[in-house]
Each structure stands twice: as C-alpha cells, then as structure tokens.
C-alpha cells in the first residue's frame, strides 16, 4: 500500500491569486497523477508527472494555469495559477506503489476561490 | 474516448439490505477496474481492483464483478449498514500506468 499526504487540506483563496499544493508519498513511485473533483462531479484527470520529465497534461489543462513539479520520486506539486472562482474544487493526487496497479488517492486539497 | 457510467446516481437503502451497484464502461479493451468508496470531503479509498482476466473479486461484505466483453462491472454489497454510507466510484485503466477514468458514482445511504 502507500500512504499519501497533501498540503493544505483546504483554503480559502482570492481570485487572481496562486495556490501551490503539495504531495508526499512514503515511498518511491514512477508516476504521480494529479485530479480535480468540481462540486458535485467525478474526477478528471488534469496531468501525469514523472520524475525527471516535463508533465504530460490532459485535453483542457494546460501548464501556464497548472505548473507541476516532480523533484523527486516521492514529492510532487501543483501550482493553480491566476485562480477565478471556476477553479474552486478538490485536487487529488494519486499513484500506484511499485508492483501494484491499485491507485491510492491522497486525502485532498479542498479549494475555494472568491 | 473511454466513458463510464454509474448507475444509478443514488441509492437509499434501509440497514440489513443487499444491494448491487452497476458500472459501464464503453471500450472493452480495459487493463482493470477499479471500485472506489469516498467520503464527503474527503479522498478516495480503493476497495477492490479487477483485473481484466478476472471475473471477480471479494473482499468481506463486498463482491465486484466483471463482464469486459459486455462492458460491465457490478459492486455487490451485502447486508448494509449505515456505515457503508458514501459515494461509490468505478474507475477503469486502458493500460498499466495510465490514467484512470471515472464514472459519476453512486452515492449510497443506508439508513438505521
């Protein structure tokens, strides 16, 4: 299994502003995906970051409004930038541990924008 | 493009009762699939994975099914309680590693 952290668990933004999130796995992994949940929706896949390579981003994300790090194989980041009230949702991050495809999901950054 | 499909969007249920949530998928050619619980506000935990050479898996009061040829998956929860009250996601992956895409869940009461 893997144990998966974020920071912050929330906030509260302004719109214009930027929110870094963080993504702390205790072990090391290969990828680290990044999804949003909207209010009241599913989740949609916004990137996948590997270590060492620029993330690969899904239809509709782009990197200006969605920078993403991955210095290393257990941390990642997601930046939202120039947030607006649209961008008020859950961000998660997920990975599979080596040698399993089960997905486990960190606890999630609640985010609103005002 | 993969789409899945939850039905149905919500289920209230009284305790003790046996209920069956149903997931589709429209490309057959899935690595596995995954069902998800999750609680409001919070993240999402893994409940049972299927891989695409399997017909089933179980874990205590829970059995999930899979048809791939038909594009099919059922979560078979047995004798509820109010604690399994949540929303419940299918999720397939096309192949190892990539992405999951999910349904729009069920969210499921059971009430006391």
């Known amino acids: 299994s893997a144990v998966i952290s974020q920071k912050p668990s929330r906030d509260i933004c302004q719109r214009g502003t930027s929110l870094t999130i963080q993504c702390q796995v205790d072990?090391?992994?290969?990828?680290m995906f990044w999804y949003r949940q909207q209010p009241g929706q599913s989740l949609t896949l916004i990137a996948t970051?590997?270590?060492?390579?620029?993330?690969?981003?899904e239809s509709g994300f782009v990197i200006d409004k969605f920078p993403i790090s991955r210095p290393n194989l257990t941390f990642s980041t997601l930046t939202v930038s120039n947030m607006s009230p649209e961008d008020s949702s859950i961000y998660l991050c997920?990975?599979?541990?080596?040698?399993?495809?089960?997905?486990?999901f960190g606890p999630g950054t609640r985010l609103t924008v005002l | 493009k993969q789409e899945v499909t939850q039905i149905p969007a919500a289920l209230s249920v009284p305790e003790g009762e046996n209920l069956v949530l149903n997931c589709s998928f429209t490309d057959s050619a899935i690595y596995n699939l995954q069902w998800f619980r999750q609680d409001p506000g919070k993240g999402l935990t893994s409940l049972l994975l299927?891989?695409?050479?399997?017909r089933e898996q179980t874990s205590g009061r829970l059995n999930a099914s899979l048809d791939k040829s038909s594009g099919r998956s059922t979560l078979y929860i047995a004798a509820s309680q109010p604690g399994d009250s949540a929303t419940y996601l299918c999720a397939v992956e096309e192949t190892s590693g990539s992405r999951l895409t999910f349904g729009e869940g069920t969210q499921l009461t059971v009430n006391p």
């Open positions: 299927i891989q695409s050479s399997q």
């Open positions: 997920s990975t599979n541990p080596t040698g399993t495809d089960t997905q486990y």
């Open positions: 072990s090391q992994v290969t990828m």
């Open positions: 970051a590997n270590q060492g390579s620029e993330a690969t981003y």
